[in-house]
């Protein structure tokens, strides 16, 4: 048995919190919560899901996380509750200026699971999944 019991938060670094944190709030609906000036941070959460999320300091150039190779967050999965969701965030994220669309809503494994891929405004790369009706 494990001895724990789910994740509380899942702290993400980025480069832009305010442009990362009105993606969560502004396109995906979520709540902020939690903001901290002096560090800085903020909350957000989908009232499930919460992540905190992180200023880095420009100021110390840091190097863009590459997914191949680097040990690290590979993507953030974050799950919708219906086809036509997938596709309505799908046209919302598209036109975002700050987003980058990896791929649009395909199959996923033959289906009926649908997915895309993009990177949210500060570059975290985030998956959007519905589990499909099975039949």
Not at 37 to 61: E, F, I, M
Request: net charge negative.
């Amino acid at each position: 048995m494990s001895e724990t019991i789910g994740l509380n938060h899942l702290g993400l670094s980025v480069d832009d919190l305010e442009a990362s944190k009105s993606f969560f709030v502004e396109v995906l609906g979520w709540q902020e919560s939690g903001y901290d000036p002096t560090y800085p941070r903020t909350a957000v959460s989908d009232g499930k899901l919460r992540l905190t999320l992180w200023q880095v300091d420009p100021s110390l150039n840091g190097a863009e996380f590459d997914r191949k190779r680097n040990v690290g967050l590979h993507h953030l999965a974050i799950q919708v509750a219906s086809e036509s969701k997938l596709n309505e965030l799908f046209r919302k994220i598209e036109s975002h200026p700050k987003c980058t669309i990896e791929f649009a809503p395909e199959l996923l494994a033959g289906g009926p699971r649908k997915h895309m891929m993009f990177s949210e405004p500060s570059g975290l790369r985030l998956e959007l999944i519905w589990q499909g009706e099975l039949q």
